[in-house]
């Protein structure tokens, strides 16, 4: 079983996970591809979707996570959750005690590399958002403009998908910084960070200092096997922060 993991975006990440991910995939014998290359995407959402195209042909199971996303428990196997029976992919829901939800987040999932996800992640980049956003109905939450709301709608309407989907509770594989220690507490598979950019960059590094780990996340039992560099990244990070937020708000 080929298996690779992919993450990345473009303009380059702020966040020290392509070194998470990869380790992560060398814990388990996977392929780690890392991504940081314009496409032809008019929305930068999508982005992950053309990721996930150049690389389909070469493998069985494809998984992407998201660039503020990290492996927190590298003792668990995230391919025990790959889709089963019919389904060709696996979601997680969002987090019950958030007041902003969705339907699930496409920040992280597992897909089945076979000739019905290929046509999925194909209709995903086709579809058309402003007819995504005519449709959308309230109880579904908040509507993000991108990729996410693309797989809700083409989940829900076509007929081909509609029982493509293996949802898993959120606790699964899309824990939040808040379920460390103050709501829902439990041990994560995969830590998301997500919200305004400010408040990201902040239980980033409460993350960091609270645990005593470094930017990457990774247990230092497992860092020990690996030769990094002695001097921190941390100006390094805040340099890319400011390249992102004057690019953002110029």
């Excluded at 020290?16 to 008019?42: E, M, Q, R």
């Excluded at 042909?57 to 990290?70: E, M, N, P, Q, R």
């Excluded at 305004?196 to 993350?207: M, Q, R």
Aim: aromatic share 18%; charged share 25%.
């Amino acid at each position: 079983m080929k298996v690779v993991i992919i993450s990345g975006r473009y303009p380059e990440t702020t966040f020290d996970s392509s070194v998470n991910h990869k380790l992560y995939a060398d814990k388990f014998g996977y392929t780690y591809i890392h991504c940081n290359w314009p496409t032809k995407a008019k929305n930068l959402y999508l982005n992950k979707i053309y990721y996930l195209l150049a690389y389909f042909d070469f493998f069985d199971y494809l998984i992407w996570i998201d660039d503020d996303a990290f492996f927190f428990d590298f003792d668990k196997d995230v391919m025990d959750y790959k889709p089963k029976n019919n389904a060709f992919i696996s979601l997680c829901k969002s987090p019950t005690f958030k007041t902003l939800k969705t339907p699930f987040s496409s920040g992280q999932f597992i897909l089945q590399c076979n000739s019905l996800s290929k046509d999925f992640l194909k209709c995903v980049i086709n579809q058309n958002l402003q007819e995504v956003k005519s449709w959308w109905q309230s109880e579904l939450g908040y509507f993000t403009n991108g990729d996410q709301d693309a797989m809700v709608y083409l989940l829900h309407t076509q007929q081909k998908f509609i029982n493509g989907l293996d949802l898993h509770d959120y606790k699964t594989f899309n824990s939040r910084f808040e379920n460390l220690e103050q709501t829902d507490v439990h041990q994560p598979l995969i830590l998301h960070f997500t919200g305004k950019p400010e408040i990201k960059i902040k239980n980033y590094n409460l993350t960091q200092k609270k645990l005593n780990l470094t930017s990457s996340l990774v247990p230092v039992n497992y860092l020990k096997e690996y030769t990094l560099p002695k001097k921190s990244r941390k100006k390094l990070f805040y340099k890319r922060l400011l390249i992102f937020l004057k690019n953002k708000f110029k």
